[in-house]
């Protein structure tokens, strides 16, 4: 039979205990949310979800077709602009996802013949984009910039080095200047994924990059996703003007693919003004998650010391933590529940994150619940 092979993986799964289900998370929920990526509890602010009803109403409930014909408006342009000048980049090209700004960057700047070193903890998104990618990849150790230099130092032609900003399962950060620095030395490019960066670390939120002063070097690339602190939909990839313009030119996600629907870009686009207006939301994310952090460890909890807005706990074993999220929900608390394939290392965790608007009393509950439901 056809795809038989399918259910033989179906059954391991449900033997393991680790079958994914899908959820509708309903309207109003009265769940409280340690689990989305709404860092600034941006998603359902009036002036957010007024820019995406006013781009749809202007400009359509779709694109309409790619960037490169009829996908691009004047929103796209505005936000593009503005994201460069908030994040501190020459340029921007603004993508339908952050999974496909990483899929265009990577494969882009990683021509037939050259290397691209990838850190050992990158998001599945990086990874995929050096699967893609004409060139070799080789991957180093995590967080290690002299493992980076080695790498370099064994290949001769064009390189690039990727890395996380800030890795998404335990939501440590990476030594970004000690990479960009042995880049330079070895005359490679530098792509970092700023996803969780961006709204949380920076001034006011310009991101990773913009903190450790690389932003706006010109061997430094940089993605970001819309769809979390900025609680719309879509990526971008920020950089010199030219690796821009060679993207439009070169990177297949952006040719091939419909442009970002308008109204994800007008939410975006608001977010990015209310962002400006309001910096002090970003440190808040920041200082909610150390909150998170210091309330669980004194609770005897082991959680990792977070550098952003992600708080991982780790769970004794793959069941234990699916169950620990499941009681966590049954007691009113919404928790990200990350175990084996998603995470190579075999470390099952919960994966908490900070939002800039969670107040004592909610930490404290959500502390008291992870507590009680602990294997
Ligand atoms: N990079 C990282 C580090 C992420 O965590 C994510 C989202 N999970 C992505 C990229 C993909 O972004 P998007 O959801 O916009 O496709």
């Known amino acids: 039979m056809a795809f038989g092979w399918i259910d033989e993986q179906a059954e391991l799964r449900r033997r393991a205990g680790l079958v994914r289900t899908l959820r509708p998370r309903p309207a109003g929920t009265p769940l409280l949310d340690l689990a989305s990526n709404d860092y600034l509890s941006l998603a359902r602010h009036p002036e957010v979800t007024e820019g995406a009803a ?12 790619s960037r490169l014909v009829t996908g691009t408006t004047e929103l796209h342009a505005e936000l593009e602009r503005e994201l460069a000048g908030f994040c501190g980049f020459e340029a921007a090209l603004v993508f339908s996802s952050g999974y496909a700004a990483n899929l265009a960057a990577v494969t882009a700047l990683a021509p037939h013949g050259s290397l691209i070193v990838s850190d050992a903890g990158n998001h599945a998104s990086l990874i995929d984009g050096c699967r893609l990618a004409r060139g070799t990849t080789q991957v180093v150790a995590h967080s290690d910039p002299d493992a980076v230099r080695k ?40 792509v970092l994924d700023d996803a969780h960066g961006l709204g949380v670390l920076g001034d006011g939120g310009r991101g990773a990059p913009h903190a450790a002063g690389v932003a706006g070097a010109g061997d430094v690339v940089v993605t970001v996703t819309l769809s979390k602190s900025l609680g719309s939909q879509g990526g971008a990839v920020l950089g010199p003007a030219r690796v821009i313009e060679h993207l439009v030119n070169a990177a297949r996600t952006f040719i091939f693919d419909t442009g970002l629907a308008p109204a994800a870009a007008g939410a975006a686009l608001a977010a990015l003004r209310l962002l400006r207006r309001e910096p002090a939301r970003a440190a808040r994310a920041g200082a909610v998650a150390r909150e998170l952090y210091g309330r669980l460890t004194a609770a005897g909890l082991e959680a990792v010391r977070p550098d952003a807005a992600v708080v991982s706990v780790r769970a004794p074993s793959p069941e234990q933590a699916v169950r620990w999220a499941a009681d966590c929900r049954a007691a009113g608390l919404s928790v990200g529940c990350f175990r084996p394939p998603s995470v190579p290392d075999g470390i099952s965790r919960l994966r908490l994150t900070a939002r800039a608007d969670l107040s004592g009393a909610e930490i404290e509950r959500a502390v008291r619940v992870i507590g009680e439901t602990r294997p």
Request: aromatic residues 6%; glycine residues 22%; negative net charge.
């Open 151 to 190: 790498a370099l130092g064994g290949h001769d032609g064009p390189a690039v080095a990727v890395s996380d900003t800030v890795f998404s399962v335990d939501g440590d950060a990476a030594p970004l200047a000690g990479l960009a620095e042995a880049c330079r030395e070895y005359g490679a490019g530098l």
């Open 54 to 65: 006013r781009a749809a109403r202007t400009w359509g409930g779709g694109a309409t077709g």
